[in-house]
């Protein structure tokens, strides 16, 4: 079955749905899928430890970043991150050798939590980290990614490889859509390099026969107030689109659209639940059904997906 064997692409940084109290808690909200609830694992890793709990399928989850996010934490799954595929090695002073000896040879822990963890990180960057560069040595494609690489063309390429991953997940950098002043010609150029990319992942997907077996959902955290501000520019407001993007999407617009003049103080309100578009992927992509074993209460998902028509 197509979607059992699904990946996604879960690239933060381009769309807007949520409503945001601040930009720290909205960002939690999003990366656990469950608000104002102290959740300290995030809803992709909720996801990888109901899929496969007892965390035997490596490498599940990939996080493309210089850090992991909380939506990648799990319980029973140690999520692979890494930025620079080329610089993904561990470097050492001969001092510290015996210490990384010891570590690799995952010795008893006597039922330390912390060490067993500890244990993991090492066992996964040990083992991934070859399988990584090897992976984005050995990848070509012909396909411009544009003039902002942000990271899917590195999701690209272990695909090409056949990772066993089933989700990665990628930021937009350095807040480049944190803008509030003469925003018309910066976001209009964000825009195009956003989608001169994320079309260049979806082209090169084709170009290696997975176009019907990877969906890339975009978001934000935050949206925008409707009314522009003294500086030519808008600020963190409430409701906005997401996209769910790939070949077996049907295409179209799901949900109300937001009103731009009933509004809440000056923000949009939102018509559609953020959860929502999350139990799509659960269950219309990954085949889950139980949806609150993840999210912690049930969600209708949307019907976005060709073989649920």
């Known amino acids: ?6 990946q996604m692409a879960i690239a933060h940084g381009v769309g807007y749905d949520q409503p945001s109290f601040s930009h720290f808690s909205s960002m939690a909200f999003w990366q656990t899928g469950a608000p104002n609830s102290g959740e300290a694992h995030g809803w992709l890793g909720r996801l990888a430890d109901t899929l496969d709990p007892l965390g035997h399928n490596p490498n599940f989850l990939v996080n493309i ?52 963890f500890l244990f993991d990180i090492a066992a996964s960057a040990s083992q991934s980290e070859r399988l990584v560069r090897e ?20 999701v690209a390429a272990l695909i090409a490889a056949d990772f066993p991953t089933q989700v990665y997940y ?28 994320i079309a260049a992942f ?28 003294t500086s030519l520019g808008t600020d963190h407001g409430t409701a906005g689109p997401a996209f769910i993007i790939g070949a077996p999407v049907l295409g179209g617009h799901y949900g109300r ?16 639940d953020y959860r929502q578009i999350y139990s799509t992927l659960i269950k219309g992509w990954m085949g889950h059904d139980k949806v609150s074993q993840v999210l912690k209460d049930e969600f209708s998902p949307l019907p976005v997906f060709t073989h649920a028509a």
């Not at 930021?171 to 989608?195: E, G, I, K, M």
């Not at 997975?210 to 009314?227: K, N």
């Open 65 to 116: 970043d210089d850090h992991q996010s909380l939506a990648v934490r799990a319980a029973n799954h140690v999520p692979l991150v890494f930025d620079d595929p080329d610089k993904f090695t561990r470097r050492i002073y001969h001092a510290q050798a015996p210490a990384m000896t010891a570590l690799d040879s995952r010795g008893d822990s006597g039922g330390n939590a912390a060490l067993d």
């Open 170 to 197: 990628v930021p937009y950098r350095n807040n480049a859509f944190d803008t509030h002043v003469y925003q018309a010609d910066l976001h209009a150029r964000l825009w195009s390099y956003t989608s001169d990319h």
């Open 1 to 6: 079955r197509l979607f059992k064997d699904g």
């Open 135 to 154: 992976a984005w040595a050995a990848y070509q494609t012909p396909i411009d990614y544009g003039l902002a690489n942000w990271g899917l063309e590195k």
């Open 202 to 229: 979806l082209r090169d997907m084709a170009r290696l026969g997975r176009a019907e077996d990877v969906v890339l959902m975009a978001f934000s955290e935050f949206g925008r107030r409707v009314a522009e501000n």
């Open 257 to 272: 659209h937001p009103s731009l003049t009933d509004l809440d103080d000056g923000n949009l309100k939102f018509t559609t």
